[in-house]
């Protein structure tokens, strides 16, 4: 299954980003670099820029080199959290709860919680979910948490359809979702506060927002259990002091996840009927 392969920053710059066609060469694993897959909620090089403090702290913590991978697309990326591909998947929270019964192991997620956020114009009159009646709606795409949740919560609170009472189109990312809803070429955006406080400042004072009544946790970390007892010893030890370091500030101020809190039980039923949701989407064509 394709997928992208997110080098250290400066080398990307330099030399692009590579598509890899299928799973690295296998290598002896005490040697075999950490290898993290990441939800494409971005674009690769935003991404690549977000999360390399997080790199460059894991390879420093753990004496490892440290490679980031991003799926070609959401529909992937829940192929990659069946499939068992990473080593450690930071994924969203549905798609979590697919690779924890899968076998994957919680380690942490985003304290900051994950609330849908409905971006529109700056200035529109638009205020109020009832109002998305008949509007062009965009989405980073259908099946994001932010996006299940969205059309659960409009669909059970105020009995409307996507597809029937609102369009709901998808528009590849967050930042361009936000952009193009700036632009004024679509009436709203579903996002959320992190995804907006991740966009250029010149961008967000083209907006305005109001957030939906519902939320769900944030992205979940996960590791796979084939690293063994130890190094997911290191890796939760690790992660744990992330937040007080120095690339951990920059990253937290960056991303506006808000630090880490303990993934429990609680947090993967919580996304549990969303993650069904998701695979009946994922089996009947959108």
Known sequence: MPFRRLFGLAAALLAGLVLLAGPARAEAQDSRPLRIGLLPAN????????????RRYLQSRLDQRVEFYTA?????SLADAKSGEFDVLITAPHFGVVAVDMGYLPLVRYKAELRPLI???????????EQ????????ANRLTALSVVTETWLESRYGMTAGRDYQLIDASSHATAIRTVGMGDADAAISSRSALAQVPEEIRKRVDSFEASIAVPHQFTLVHPRLGEQRIAALRAALAAFPDSEEGQRFFAASGFQGYAPLTPQDIAAARPYADKVVKMIETPL
């Open 119 to 129: 971006v529109v114009p700056k200035g529109s009159l638009l205020v109020r979910p």
């Open 72 to 76: 070609a697309n959401f529909r992937s």
């Open 132 to 139: 998305l009646r008949g509007k062009k709606v965009l989405t």
């Open 43 to 54: 674009a690769p090089l935003s991404l690549l820029r977000l999360y390399d403090p997080l």
